[in-house]
Each structure stands twice: as structure tokens, then as C-alpha cells.
């Protein structure tokens, strides 16, 4: 038996799509498990609409999700001589033909079907037409000439055997009359040339694979195994689209959703093996088969994927969490300054409280990273005559202390409290206030002690404006 090789096939004509990352995920499991090979295919033949940037885009978005493709990436486009080479071969050994249908005709007839309310069949008005009766004026398209009687059985690694009426499938076009190949054509020939023994990709590539297998045939080639993986749909059951929000990986890693995360989110989107949930890198690989792929539609749930990355937020180690913050920083907020860095790494234990996201995270720290406070003006309403003598006692108060930690925090605290006969909330909203620029944060201690006793004594002493 030849080894696994699977390959992920997008074109460069915009960011990845969430269901294409899905796909490359499946394709890149399966062939790990089997101690396969797991191929990149760039289809750029669309000139027009394919770019560079998006080519490089691709690649980093797998690479940042943790899936790196064996060997080179394979460019369609310059394989095109290949795909041309074989259409001559399947109109010299009689299983394609030239047509010379103008667009005009083309057009009526699937007026005429729509007329009828049929699906479009193009009525193979030259399948066997004589070469003397061909027009000498029209540049003809090469149409594969696709079996007219009984049917045809994918038997399918996922939706099991799939049967259809070869009548339905038309006499497809493998090369236009500009004399550049279809999609079915070149997929086909570059999947027999990769030596690819798995195609796992979305079922609506359904019909396109019935005509693939009929071109495998045609040249006498090894048929692969086919594997179709239903859609992954919107929350409101429609197909999702790259039209709709959170539809790329960027919408995710821009708001802080960690890789190891949405990897075993989409892992878990339409997979499943017994009854477990959070899966690591190698277990994912270990356990990975294609008979867990379920056969409906995977409905896109971000209330799913956010309390999935809040578990990796609190569960993983915090080196690796920080690093991962850092990362995100420096792509999406600002590169965070090496002496607040220490502040923020040494503070992440309460700072990734209640965080689904590393843009919560960011946020929380905020009051680290600001060199200057901008005070919340409803919030600063609340530092009255009261508040500011707290504030100021506060700070006579530590100034004595070589540190701040809880237990020498306390005690100054309570006796605030006292004196002042008020409660908690009468002495820590104003600190908090000052310390942060807002009544909102983490808890005052923790404010406290993340800040230091240098920057919590400059801030005490700023200056208020009311």
C-alpha cells in the first residue's frame, strides 16, 4: 500500500477562510496519523484575482495554527502545460471532444432549462459530430465526453456510498477556446502528478469529484480515496461565507484567540472521538480518524470558541501564555516596553481572571502599560474632599514600607476604614480610581502590588482636575 499523501488546495484571491483552515486541518491529521506527507497546492490560475500577498497570507495563517505542509509548495500555474498536455491525450484517445457552441447558444439553452425549471445540461450537440462539419471561424472549447448510461458509486470515506445518474453529469469543459484548463482538469492532474491517496475537502466539491474520477479512468490512472466534509454553517444554519464576520483566521488571532485553541475548536467542529473535548497537539494527531467526521453541517458558534479559549487561557502554562500575549501585542496593540513587561508577566495569575481573549488580557493591563493615566471622567466624580484626604493618608501611610505585599497592605487599609467609618468599597474605589483612571479593574491589591511602590507613590500623588 503507498504511503498516505494529502494535500490542501486554496487559491491566493483572498485571506483564508475559516471552513479552508478546517479542511487543511483534517488533511494535515490524517496524514500525520497515518506517518503520511501533507502537501501545499497554491491554485493560482485565476490571474486576475490571485496575489502574492494572499499567497504569503495562506502560508502564515497554516504555520500560525501550527500546521507546516512536507516539501515545497506546488504552483498550479506553472503546471499548466502539463494539464494542456493531457487534455490531447483525452481528445486523441477519444474522450473529449471540440465543441463550437457560440456563448449565444450556450445561453439559450440554459434560458430554455430555466424555462423549464431544470438544472442546465449542455446537450452535447457535438459529441459526434463529424470534423468535416466543423466550423472553420470558431475557436472550440475541449469538452470531456462523460458516460450517458447507467450510474456511478463514490464510495466515500465520509458519507459513505454515494450513488448518481451518469446522465446528469454534462459533457464538462477541460479547456476553454482560449486554450487554458478548467478546475477539474488541472485538480485532477496535479493531484495524479503529487501522487495524492486521499482528496478530504467540502462536500460541495461532490459532483466535481464524480467528474474527476471520470478523467482518473479516462487516463488509466490510480483513482484516490475520496473523503467529503460537510460545511461548516452559520449559528443561523446558513452556509458560512467568506462575506460573513469571523469568516478568516485573522477576524480570530485580532482579537486575541490563542492558535492551540481554535485548532482544537475547528478539530471538535464536525469530529469527534468519545466523549473528550480538549485535545493537545499529539493527542490530536493520535487520535484523528476520518470515521468520526459526522455527515451533517457544523454550525459556527463563537460563544463555543471564546469559553474554548478562556480554557486555554487559564489552563496553560503562563511562560507559554505570555509569550502568546506578547505576540498578539506586538501585532495588534503595541509592542509592550521591557521594564512593564516583568510588571505584566509577574501579574498574569489575576490578570487573565474573567479574560476569554488575549485583547481582554491586554486590556486588564492596561493600567500597567499607560505611562499616563486618563482618568474616566464619571469615575472622577467620585474622589470628593473625603476621597482625596483617603488618598493622601494612603500614601503617608506606605510611604514607610520597602514593599508592597498583602499583608503589609492590609493593616493600613482596615485602619483607613475605621477612622474614616466607612467600608472596603469607601476606600478602595477611590484608590483605584487615581491608581488606574477608572473604578473598573482588577482587585486593589493586586493593583498594588503588580504597580510597585515607585509608580503606586508617583500616581498617588498626581494632581486632580475636577
Given at each position: 500500500?503507498?504511503?498516505?499523501?494529502?494535500?490542501?488546495?486554496?487559491?491566493?484571491?483572498?485571506?483564508?477562510?475559516?471552513?479552508?483552515?478546517?479542511?487543511?486541518?483534517?488533511?494535515?491529521?490524517?496524514?500525520?496519523?497515518?506517518?503520511?506527507?501533507?502537501?501545499?497546492?497554491?491554485?493560482?490560475?485565476?490571474?486576475?484575482?490571485?496575489?502574492?500577498?494572499?499567497?504569503i497570507?495562506?502560508?502564515?495563517?497554516?504555520?500560525?495554527?501550527?500546521?507546516?505542509?512536507?516539501?515545497?509548495?506546488y504552483?498550479?500555474?506553472?503546471?499548466?502545460?502539463d494539464?494542456?498536455?493531457?487534455?490531447?491525450?483525452?481528445?486523441?484517445?477519444?474522450?473529449?471532444?471540440?465543441?463550437?457552441?457560440?456563448?449565444?447558444?450556450?445561453?439559450?439553452?440554459?434560458?430554455?432549462?430555466?424555462?423549464?425549471?431544470?438544472?442546465?445540461?449542455?446537450?452535447?450537440?457535438?459529441?459526434?459530430?463529424?470534423?468535416?462539419?466543423t466550423?472553420?471561424?470558431?475557436?472550440?472549447?475541449?469538452?470531456?465526453?462523460?458516460?450517458?448510461?447507467?450510474?456511478?458509486?463514490?464510495?466515500?470515506?465520509?458519507?459513505?456510498?454515494?450513488?448518481?445518474?451518469n446522465?446528469?453529469?454534462?459533457?464538462?469543459?477541460?479547456?476553454?477556446?482560449?486554450?487554458?484548463?478548467?478546475?477539474?482538469?488541472?485538480?485532477?492532474?496535479?493531484?495524479?502528478q503529487?501522487g495524492?491517496?486521499?482528496?478530504?475537502?467540502?462536500?460541495?466539491?461532490?459532483?466535481?469529484?464524480?467528474?474527476?474520477?471520470?478523467?482518473?479512468?479516462?487516463?488509466?490512472?490510480?483513482v484516490?480515496?475520496?473523503?467529503?466534509?460537510?460545511?461548516?454553517?452559520?449559528?443561523?444554519?446558513?452556509?458560512?461565507?467568506?462575506?460573513?464576520?469571523?469568516?478568516?483566521?485573522?477576524?480570530?488571532?485580532?482579537?486575541?484567540?490563542?492558535?492551540?485553541a481554535?485548532?482544537?475548536?475547528?478539530?471538535?467542529?464536525?469530529?469527534?472521538?468519545?466523549?473528550?473535548?480538549?485535545?493537545?497537539?499529539?493527542?490530536?494527531?493520535?487520535?484523528?480518524?476520518?470515521?468520526?467526521?459526522?455527515?451533517?453541517?457544523?454550525?459556527?458558534?463563537?460563544?463555543?470558541?471564546?469559553?474554548?479559549?478562556?480554557?486555554?487561557?487559564?489552563?496553560?502554562?503562563?511562560?507559554?501564555?505570555?509569550?502568546?500575549?506578547?505576540?498578539?501585542?506586538?501585532?495588534?496593540?503595541?509592542?509592550?516596553?521591557?521594564?512593564?513587561?516583568?510588571?505584566?508577566?509577574?501579574?498574569?495569575?489575576?490578570?487573565?481572571?474573567?479574560?476569554?481573549?488575549?485583547?481582554?488580557?491586554?486590556?486588564?493591563?492596561?493600567?500597567?502599560?499607560?505611562?499616563?493615566?486618563?482618568?474616566?471622567?464619571?469615575?472622577?466624580?467620585?474622589?470628593?474632599?473625603?476621597?482625596?484626604?483617603?488618598?493622601?493618608?494612603?500614601?503617608?501611610?506606605?510611604?514607610?514600607?520597602?514593599?508592597?505585599?498583602?499583608?503589609k497592605?492590609?493593616?493600613?487599609?482596615?485602619?483607613?476604614?475605621?477612622?474614616?467609618?466607612?467600608?472596603?468599597?469607601?476606600?478602595?474605589?477611590?484608590?483605584?480610581?487615581?491608581?488606574?483612571?477608572?473604578?473598573?479593574?482588577?482587585?486593589?491589591?493586586?493593583i498594588?502590588?503588580s504597580?510597585?511602590?515607585?509608580?503606586?507613590?508617583q500616581?498617588?500623588?498626581?494632581?486632580?482636575?475636577?
Amino acid at each position: 500500500m503507498s504511503k498516505v499523501a494529502t494535500r490542501f488546495a486554496p487559491s491566493p484571491t483572498g485571506a483564508l477562510h475559516i471552513g479552508g483552515v478546517r479542511t487543511a486541518l483534517f488533511n494535515w491529521l490524517y496524514s500525520k496519523n497515518q506517518k503520511g506527507t501533507f502537501h501545499l497546492r497554491i491554485e493560482d490560475t485565476d490571474k486576475e484575482r490571485s496575489k502574492e500577498e494572499h499567497k504569503i497570507q495562506i502560508i502564515n495563517s497554516l504555520k500560525w495554527i501550527g500546521i507546516e505542509h512536507d516539501g515545497d509548495e506546488y504552483i498550479q500555474s506553472t503546471k499548466i502545460e502539463d494539464h494542456i498536455k493531457v487534455a490531447n491525450e483525452l481528445l486523441k484517445n477519444g474522450n473529449a471532444y471540440k465543441c463550437y457552441c457560440s456563448s449565444e447558444e450556450i445561453e439559450e439553452q440554459k434560458k430554455r432549462a430555466r424555462q423549464k425549471k431544470l438544472p442546465y445540461i449542455y446537450n452535447r450537440k457535438w459529441r459526434d459530430a463529424d470534423e468535416k462539419d466543423t466550423p472553420k471561424d470558431i475557436e472550440p472549447v475541449i469538452r470531456f465526453k462523460s458516460k450517458i448510461e447507467g450510474s456511478s458509486i463514490l464510495k466515500d470515506l465520509v458519507q459513505g456510498d454515494v450513488e448518481i445518474e451518469n446522465n446528469t453529469i454534462e459533457d464538462f469543459i477541460i479547456l476553454r477556446n482560449d486554450g487554458t484548463p478548467t478546475y477539474n482538469l488541472s485538480a485532477t492532474v496535479d493531484d495524479h502528478q503529487m501522487g495524492m491517496t486521499h482528496i478530504i475537502r467540502g462536500d460541495d466539491h461532490k459532483i466535481n469529484t464524480f467528474k474527476q474520477i471520470q478523467i482518473y479512468l479516462a487516463m488509466g490512472w490510480k483513482v484516490p480515496n475520496f473523503a467529503h466534509i460537510p460545511l461548516i454553517h452559520t449559528i443561523e444554519g446558513k452556509k458560512l461565507s467568506k462575506r460573513d464576520n469571523a469568516s478568516t483566521l485573522d477576524d480570530y488571532s485580532k482579537i486575541g484567540i490563542m492558535p492551540d485553541a481554535l485548532r482544537n475548536y475547528l478539530l471538535r467542529l464536525g469530529w469527534s472521538y468519545q466523549d473528550k473535548e480538549i485535545f493537545n497537539l499529539d493527542e490530536s494527531i493520535k487520535y484523528f480518524n476520518l470515521e468520526g467526521i459526522g455527515k451533517s453541517p457544523s454550525k459556527l458558534d463563537m460563544s463555543r470558541i471564546l469559553s474554548m479559549n478562556e480554557h486555554y487561557i487559564k489552563t496553560i502554562n503562563e511562560q507559554e501564555l505570555f509569550k502568546n500575549f506578547l505576540e498578539y501585542c506586538e501585532i495588534y496593540k503595541e509592542k509592550i516596553k521591557p521594564e512593564k513587561e516583568e510588571k505584566i508577566k509577574n501579574s498574569l495569575s489575576f490578570l487573565k481572571n474573567k479574560a476569554k481573549t488575549l485583547e481582554d488580557i491586554f486590556n486588564n493591563a492596561k493600567y500597567i502599560t499607560l505611562d499616563k493615566i486618563n482618568f474616566n471622567p464619571d469615575d472622577l466624580k467620585l474622589i470628593d474632599d473625603k476621597a482625596e484626604r483617603i488618598i493622601q493618608e494612603f500614601k503617608v501611610e506606605i510611604s514607610s514600607l520597602d514593599i508592597l505585599n498583602r499583608e503589609k497592605l492590609e493593616p493600613i487599609v482596615n485602619s483607613l476604614i475605621k477612622k474614616h467609618e466607612t467600608n472596603f468599597k469607601g476606600i478602595g474605589q477611590p484608590l483605584r480610581v487615581i491608581l488606574t483612571g477608572s473604578k473598573f479593574g482588577p482587585g486593589l491589591y493586586d493593583i498594588l502590588i503588580s504597580l510597585g511602590k515607585e509608580e503606586v507613590d508617583q500616581r498617588l500623588g498626581n494632581k486632580i482636575t475636577r
